[in-house]
């Protein structure tokens, strides 16, 4: 199964509201992760179940989708959320992840 | 202190073999899936493969890229995850990742992960 992520980079500002879509090229129900992931270090798991938030990650992340079209949220960007994203499915072998969404300081 | 620490990273020919350990502590291992994830340079992720946990037998699946030339097991009394790379290619360079599946998603997500090891694979 493919994932598509849009954009694959992107610009804002502290405090926009930030949208990433992923989208699968088959259903893969609700089993879908994001994660995050800084400059040299490991993916850290933010949402999974398409919706569910990680414990000890903030409420400002989210994330939505079933099926094929999945989001995922920022409410409002803290310097701390430039990073790398990336979805993953989890419902069908081989395990997959999006090419990744670089979120950048405009 | 809950945590995962691979080692074994390093310089090999292409065609050799090498073998990447993950030490796992702070949890009980063998009621964990564990997975492997791989990141080229400046590239994205890459599923490796995974092994699952006592109740399923630790039974393993892996990446086409993978299969047939690399080894998942584990070593469920010394806590660890190995994963062992043959008849390696330059196109295998990169950081392996060890990463815990997450029991409360029914493993459908990776909830806890290594700091990675360097394997690159160059003459």
């Known amino acids: 199964i493919q994932l598509t992520q849009s954009p694959s980079s992107l610009s804002a500002s502290v405090g926009d509201r930030v949208t990433i879509t992923c989208r699968a090229s088959?259903?893969?129900?609700?089993?879908l992760a994001w994660y995050q992931q800084k400059p040299g270090k490991a993916p850290k798991l933010l949402i999974y179940?398409?919706?569910t938030l990680e414990g000890g990650v903030p409420s400002r992340f989210s994330g939505s989708g079933s099926g094929t079209d999945f989001t995922l949220t920022i409410s409002s960007l803290q310097p701390e959320d430039f990073a790398t994203y990336y979805c993953q499915q989890l419902n069908t072998y081989p395990i997959t992840f999006g090419q990744g969404t670089r979120l950048e300081i405009k | 202190e809950v945590q995962l620490v691979e080692s074994g990273g390093d310089l090999v020919q292409p065609g050799g073999s090498l073998i990447v350990s993950c030490a796992a502590s702070?949890?009980?291992?063998?009621?964990?899936?564990m997975d492997w994830v791989r990141q080229a340079p400046g590239k994205g992720l890459e599923w490796v493969g995974r092994t699952r946990n006592r109740d399923n037998s630790y039974t393993t699946e892996y990446a086409a890229s993978v299969k047939g030339r690399f080894i998942i097991s584990r070593d469920n009394s010394k806590n660890s995850l190995y994963l062992q790379m043959n008849s390696l290619q330059t196109e295998d360079t990169a950081i392996y990742y060890c990463?815990?599946?997450?029991?409360?998603?029914?493993?459908?997500?990776?909830?806890?992960w290594g700091r990675g090891a360097l394997v690159i694979v160059s003459s």
């Open positions: 088959q259903g893969i129900s609700s089993y």
């Open positions: 179940g398409a919706s």
């Open positions: 990463a815990r599946g997450d029991e409360s998603s029914g493993w459908r997500s990776f909830d806890l």
């Open positions: 702070g949890f009980t291992f063998s009621d964990h899936y």
